[in-house]
């Protein structure tokens, strides 16, 4: 399993930016993604979920709104479109999911909102 992220990068506040995951060595359209965040100094921190199929979706109070998750089953992908961002956004930016009672994580891309 790899997971696999991208789209990270500096933007102003305010601003929006996609985040990518491209998961390969299972079958993606079987299982959930989430998307986590980690600040500095802070826990990592549950900031999106969607279903296999992508009907159902879930998000941190915190980015509801403003963040949306999506995926492509057909490209092996998941999606987080981010708009109006703001500083406390300012993270590493993880997708994640589960399969056979194992965790699998990607190695993250960084998100910083700032002026």
């Known amino acids: 399993v790899q997971l696999v992220e991208s789209g990270g990068g500096l933007v102003q506040p305010g601003g929006s930016l996609r985040l990518s995951c491209a998961a390969s060595?299972?079958?993606?359209?079987?299982?959930?993604m989430r998307w986590y965040r980690q600040a500095p100094g802070k826990e990592r921190e549950l900031v999106a979920h969607?279903?296999?199929?992508?009907?159902?979706?879930t998000y941190a109070d915190s980015v509801k709104g403003r963040f949306t998750i999506s995926r492509d089953n057909a490209q092996n992908t998941v999606y987080l479109q981010m708009n109006s961002l703001k500083p406390e956004d300012t993270a590493v930016y993880y997708c994640?999911?589960?399969?056979?009672?194992?965790?699998?994580w990607g190695q993250g891309t960084h998100v910083t909102v700032s002026s």
């Open positions: 994640y999911t589960r399969r056979r009672a194992s965790d699998y």
């Open positions: 060595g299972f079958t993606f359209s079987s299982y959930f």
């Open positions: 969607i279903s296999s199929g992508g009907v159902t979706t």
